[in-house]
């Protein structure tokens, strides 16, 4: 049985192997000890990526912002807010050395129930799922991250198309 799933190619989810130039990377961010960077400073240990000081031949991921916006979706019988939406969106920017930086951006969104009359555990239920959203758009990084050399050749070949084109 074993023997079958490994000549099947399976792998446990998450568990995808970085390109080898990944093995450590630097880390920089628009806020280094909030729960963004933290979040990402965890999830790049549990990859294997070692955590290193930016030098010019480091490969680097830059956070470059994170903005939260509200969506209202439904409003009470009195026209207050019933339910709205929240959209995290991620800014970052990869960086490997001897090639041009890739600007991404990620972005998660998720239903959130106002009940004006429970104000207190609104504010912890609103952190929580905030932080769970932070935890989804570091998984997406992770995932493009996976894929930066697929990510770095595409942009080249679509700069190498336009230069052609001039």
Do not use: W
């Not at 390109?19 to 960077?37: A, K, T």
């Not at 090639?99 to 972005?107: G, H, V, Y």
Request: a negative charge.
């Amino acid at each position: 049985m074993t023997l079958f799933i490994s000549a099947c190619g399976f792998q446990l989810r998450d568990t995808s192997l970085l390109p080898p130039e990944l093995d450590h990377v630097s880390l920089s961010s628009f806020d280094i000890y909030g729960p963004l960077s933290r979040i990402m400073r965890n999830q790049m240990s549990l990859y294997g990526i070692e955590h290193v000081p930016p030098t010019a031949d480091t490969p680097n991921l830059h956070l470059s912002s994170e903005i939260i916006e509200e969506r209202t979706l439904s409003l009470y019988q009195n026209s207050r807010r019933a339910e709205y939406e929240l959209t995290m969106e991620v800014s970052y920017t990869i960086s490997l050395p001897g090639k041009a930086p890739l600007f991404l951006t990620t972005q998660v969104n998720r239903n959130f129930l106002d009940n004006p009359q429970t104000a207190l555990a609104k504010s912890v239920e609103r952190e929580l799922v905030e932080n769970e959203m932070r935890e989804q758009a570091v998984s997406q990084i992770m995932r493009q991250l996976a894929r930066v050399n697929r990510l770095f050749e595409t942009t080249e070949n679509d700069a190498d198309a336009t230069d052609t084109q001039s």
